[in-house]
């Protein structure tokens, strides 16, 4: 039933307010607790390191546990956290309430979506599924925006608070409509977790967290970037914030058709797109016409990248769907952590404007991952396939089908 994926989206919206939602005001926090930008910035990679390594424990704990119950609980976390984050309390104890809420974040995701594919026919289960992803993109025009420009108008503590409002609606959204979803009674082989060994695997998800440390290298300090390199005001950004989640619906949209043309080169196409904008933030001035369009081409390229890394992901593991999914979330939480730290640490050394330098690096390195990971380049001369994705990329992106004999293991 599509009732339960727009709940589960509903709950995707809460989480990702909370944690991406101190994007937008990191100079704010910052400023108050009178700490550097990239020291600020643990907020996010503390949340996404907990993600990383913690996930899949926590999925493969709580997967005999009734799903709807699990989910509550994972959204209990977040509305304690919230609700005591409103007082500002001091940075430690702060940045340990945002550890505490992540604990459950990728348990949620994973349950959110095998009860949305669960309760449909199996020939809408990647619809189901778009539907719950589209929680975070729904978030990115609606409270992330919201939250930026309460905090610019009334104090840090507005965007707690609305992280608090959010996370109670969907917990009660969660309460009322889901149904009891007993877990799941199948003893865990831990055989299963062989793949990890595998070398194909490996590289695909050094794919999936390269690809997520590319985009965060610089979208993690978004509103400082803008601020002072682009030398927009607190407003100009928040309008920036809304920009950039409005174009992400129809990004989401574009996103879809080309994945529907193979992970492959979806992924390539968006890298690709990657290092476009890294060179055009790095080269362009602060004429803020310019920095619109920019961003709105960045929005169009981003959005879509959780899609498509999941899907890429997908590809490289018979793991069960939920411990997949939650697989999913912790690589690409460990490429936000990777990318948030990398970036602090090149404003720490470099300064600011030699962001997009690193975004820059990442897709390179992404590219030759890619490149790397798929046997079936193994079959084709270099030459050959470069040729296919040069074609892709100009005369025929809209019909080129990824062929379906492609195998992803060795």
Not at 15 to 38: C, K, M, N, W
Not at 149 to 165: H, K, R, V, W
Request: proline letters at 3%; one cysteine or more; aromatic letters at 14%.
């Amino acid at each position: 039933m599509k009732k339960y994926a727009y709940v589960g989206a509903l709950g995707l919206l809460s989480i990702i307010t909370t944690e991406f939602g101190v994007i937008g005001v990191l100079p704010q926090i910052a400023s108050h607790y009178r700490i550097s930008i990239d020291q600020a910035s643990w907020l996010l990679s503390g949340f996404a390191l907990v993600i990383a390594f913690l996930g899949p424990l926590m999925t493969v704990l709580t997967v005999r546990m009734d799903k709807k119950k699990v989910m509550l609980l994972a959204l209990a976390l977040f509305v304690i956290s919230s609700f005591i984050s409103v007082s500002l309390p001091p940075f430690w104890l702060l940045f340990t309430l945002r550890l505490i809420s992540a604990l459950l974040q990728p348990v949620y995701i994973a349950n959110a979506l095998s009860i949305a594919v669960r309760f449909s026919p199996e020939d809408k289960h990647s619809q189901m599924m778009s539907i719950v992803f589209s929680g975070i993109t729904i978030a990115s025009f609606t409270t992330i925006p919201l939250a930026t420009y309460l905090t610019n108008g009334y104090g840090l503590e507005a965007i707690f608070l609305i992280q608090g409002i959010v996370s109670s609606i969907a917990f009660m959204a969660i309460y009322i409509f889901l149904p009891c979803v007993p877990g799941d009674t199948k003893v865990f082989n831990t055989k299963e977790l062989v793949v990890f060994r595998d070398l194909s695997f490996i590289r695909s998800a050094l794919v999936n967290l390269f690809i997520l440390a590319m985009w965060f290298s610089v979208y993690s300090y978004f509103a400082d970037y803008l601020s002072k390199e682009k030398n927009m005001s607190g407003l100009m950004v928040g309008n920036m914030v809304l920009l950039f989640g409005l174009i992400g619906v129809v990004a989401m949209y574009i996103g879809g058709k080309v994945l529907s043309k193979g992970v492959v080169y979806s992924n390539v196409f968006y890298i690709m797109g990657a290092a476009l904008i890294a060179l055009l933030l790095y080269i362009s001035g602060s004429e803020s016409i310019l920095t619109v369009l920019i961003v709105s081409m960045w929005s169009l390229f981003y959005t879509p990248v959780y899609l498509n890394a999941t899907a890429f992901l997908q590809k490289t593991t018979k793991l069960p769907f939920e411990l997949g999914s939650s697989l999913s979330t912790s690589l690409g939480n460990l490429g936000i952590a990777v990318g948030t730290f990398v970036g602090g640490k090149v404003i720490a050394y470099y300064g600011l404007q030699f962001l997009p330098l690193a975004m820059l690096i990442f897709a390179l390195l992404s590219l030759v991952l890619i490149y790397w990971s798929q046997t079936v380049v193994k079959t084709m001369h270099f030459s050959a396939f470069s040729f296919q994705l040069l074609k892709m990329f100009t005369f025929d992106i809209w019909n080129i089908n990824e062929p379906e004999d492609i195998v992803y293991h060795v």
